[in-house]
T-cell receptor, first 112, second 117 residues
Framework: SQQGEEDPQALSIQEGENATMNCSYK?????LQWYRQNSGRGLVHLIL?????REKHSGRLRVTLDTSKKSSSLLITASRAADTASYFC????????????FGTGTRLQVFP | DAGVIQSPRHEVTEMGQEVTLRCKPI?????LFWYRQTMMRGLELLIY????????DSGMPEDRFSAKMPNASFSTLKIQPSEPRDSAVYFC???????????????FGSGTQLSVL
């Protein structure tokens, strides 16, 4: 079974609004990563947060990690139509840091 | 660097035929992963290699699937015989170990869209 489950499955917002996506996972992790996938393309890495970090920023992206709740959130601020894509969280595990398992993904639609 | 290169981009074949998907990882990367993506099952890890050696193939669905990495710059995923339920997008990704000793992010290819009729 997949390590990560994302919520919501789909999200539609207007340009300029913030988008928040959540990810829950099952076992202890070493790090958690977020990826983006445009339709018909491969996944692109966005940001990585380690298990000893609680928050990380990269441009308009903000990621939080709560290891006690085994959950993470990705916030995209001031969204743009170009942010329309699917977003996936991915986790390794503390006993196998090589193996990266992806969540179910959130489909984000940003309307101009 | 051209990134991870996969071929073919699209493959349409008939049930029972052999299918071979190809991947060229980024030079210098020592990890290579094969994933399969479908609407029903999402992204599934099939197998991964480290330094050309298969480490974990527990995600390979059946004996009809096999993967090889004869050298650091080439890997293949073979399905023989193919079945309609194998229809999916197959992604190859490569990665490397950072100075921290931890394997970092994955770099994905554009995928192969496989349709088995």
């Amino acid at each position: 079974s997949q390590q990560g489950e994302e919520d919501p499955q789909a999200l539609s917002i207007q340009e300029g609004e913030n988008a928040t996506m959540n990810c829950s996972y099952k076992t202890s992790i070493n790090n958690l990563q977020w990826y983006r996938q445009n339709s018909g393309r491969g996944l692109v890495h966005l940001i990585l947060i380690r298990s000893n970090e609680r928050e990380k920023h990269s441009g308009r992206l903000r990621v939080t990690l709560d290891t006690s709740k085994k959950s993470s959130s990705l916030l995209i601020t001031a969204s743009r139509a170009a942010d329309t894509a699917s977003y996936f969280c991915a986790t390794d595990s503390s006993y196998n840091t090589d193996k990266l398992i992806f969540g179910t993904g959130t489909r984000l639609q940003v309307f101009p | 660097d051209a990134g991870v290169i996969q071929s073919p981009r699209h493959e349409v074949t008939e049930m029972g035929q052999e299918v071979t998907l190809r991947c060229k990882p980024i030079s210098g990367h020592d990890y290579l992963f094969w994933y399969r993506q479908t609407m029903m099952r999402g992204l599934e890890l099939l197998i991964y290699f480290n330094n050309n050696v298969p480490i974990d193939d527990s995600g390979m669905p059946e004996d009809r699937f096999s993967a090889k990495m004869p050298n650091a710059s080439f890997s293949t995923l073979k399905i023989q015989p193919s079945e309609p339920r194998d229809s999916a997008v197959y992604f190859c990704a490569s990665s490397f170990v950072a100075e921290t000793g931890v394997r970092e992010k994955l770099f994905f290819g554009s995928g192969t869209q496989l349709s088995v009729l």
